[in-house]
């Protein structure tokens, strides 16, 4: 188990901490992500921001838009442009049902996090979610000052 752990694949390289707070994941699904190898060696060395990001259907395909992943120190010539559309990669049954719940229920596709798996395989955590209103992100806010406020009392009781 504490082999795990210290695995260099299986990592967190980005997560998007933010997303959780502006939206209400209904669910969840794990795609691949279509690389070079510049943009890989870049994801291993640690360095990813998918904040501003979000993914769309276009033409039957799935697409990661606006992530950035900063050219790579040593590719040279060969280097990938920061922030160039990504193919995500599912399945033809989790494709369907990603557009179908994204046109009808008017849901979001919102990147999670983007780690290594345990083959060493970049994956991205893709959320369906739907969009907060204000006092919903309040109502989020109050419960995890309580939660917070909670454990500390009952710290501080023994």
Known sequence: MNQKKNDPNNRTVAENRKAR???EVVDTVEAGLVLT???VKS???GQA???E???SVEDGEIWLINSYLPEYLQGNRFNHEPRRRRKLLLNKREMARLAQ???REGMTMVPLKIYFNDRGRAKLLLAIARGKKLHDKRESEKQRDWAREKGRLLRARG
């Open 53 to 55: 990001s979000y993914a």
């Open 21 to 23: 707070f502006s939206f």
């Open 43 to 45: 994801l291993r060395q």
């Open 101 to 103: 719940s994204v046109e």
């Open 49 to 51: 921001n998918i904040q």
């Open 37 to 39: 190898g510049t943009e």
